[in-house]
């Protein structure tokens, strides 16, 4: 089974800070995605990546950003946190970009902007 | 575009009594349709999913069956466990739209004794 590992698990910033969540996942997937999670939204797609230096926007995209730096590895980026990015952070990998391609996720990070 | 729509945002059953989750979509094209699965503290996982040749996909007692005519793909069991208490999300892939899912606002099932 994929291992999707994400970090920090937890995070607590103020408005306006910096903060960058990483996702590293060790089964040689091609694709990695970032999602939030919110009560009655469901999961919404940020970012997502098909390699090394890829980037495909997502249907949540504003005021974040992302880069895939190592087929392993894929970072978020909140440069400038408001309260709205409050949530609990999800990354996920899956081997091909085929629409019936599983997709594995990590266990999550909370972030909370003060 | 996409969406996926789940009514129920949360379920309460007796155990031993059959589960029934709705889900409906809207898609352009023919999309495949996935049900994912979140036990509390937990990353979410697949449970199942849409078979191209219109088999019914099951999985440890669910089962879902994909309707084109009414686009629905709803999630059902004939007898609810304790351990079934989770957060399942609908959601959908759509052949125009790459490697995307769409998820459904997802619903909260809690069964008790």
């Known amino acids: 089974e994929a291992a999707v590992t994400q970090s920090p698990r937890n995070k607590v910033t103020v408005t306006g800070g910096n903060v960058t969540l990483s996702c590293r996942q060790t089964?040689?997937?091609?694709?990695m995605y970032w999602y939030r999670q919110d009560t009655g939204h469901g999961l919404r797609l940020i970012h997502y990546?098909?390699?090394?230096?890829?980037?495909q926007i997502g249907d949540v995209p504003d005021g974040y950003k992302a880069t895939r730096t190592t087929q392993e590895d894929f970072f978020l980026l909140l440069e400038l946190a408001s309260p709205s990015q409050t949530s609990l952070y999800f990354c996920?990998?899956?081997?091909?970009?085929?629409?019936?391609?599983?997709?594995?996720f990590g266990p999550g990070t909370r972030l909370t902007v003060l | 575009g996409d969406s996926v729509t789940q009514t129920e945002g949360l379920v309460t059953l007796t155990e031993g009594l059959p589960v029934m989750l709705n889900c409906t979509y809207q898609?352009?094209?023919?999309?495949?349709l996935f049900w994912y699965v979140q036990h509390l503290n937990e990353a979410p996982k697949l449970l199942l999913k849409?078979?191209?040749?219109?088999k019914r996909p099951e999985h440890q007692g669910f089962h879902a069956t994909l309707h084109k005519s009414s686009s629905s793909f709803h999630l059902q069991k004939s007898s609810a466990q304790l351990s079934d208490s989770a957060l399942y999300y609908c959601?959908?892939?759509?052949?125009?739209?790459?490697?995307?899912?769409?998820f459904g606002g997802g619903t909260r099932l809690t069964v008790r004794p």
């Open positions: 996920a990998s899956s081997l091909t970009g085929l629409n019936y391609a599983e997709q594995f």
């Open positions: 089964n040689s997937h091609n694709y």
């Open positions: 990546s098909y390699g090394a230096g890829n980037l």
């Open positions: 898609s352009t094209y023919s999309p495949f």
């Open positions: 849409s078979f191209t040749d219109n």
């Open positions: 959601a959908l892939s759509d052949p125009g739209a790459g490697a995307k899912l769409t």
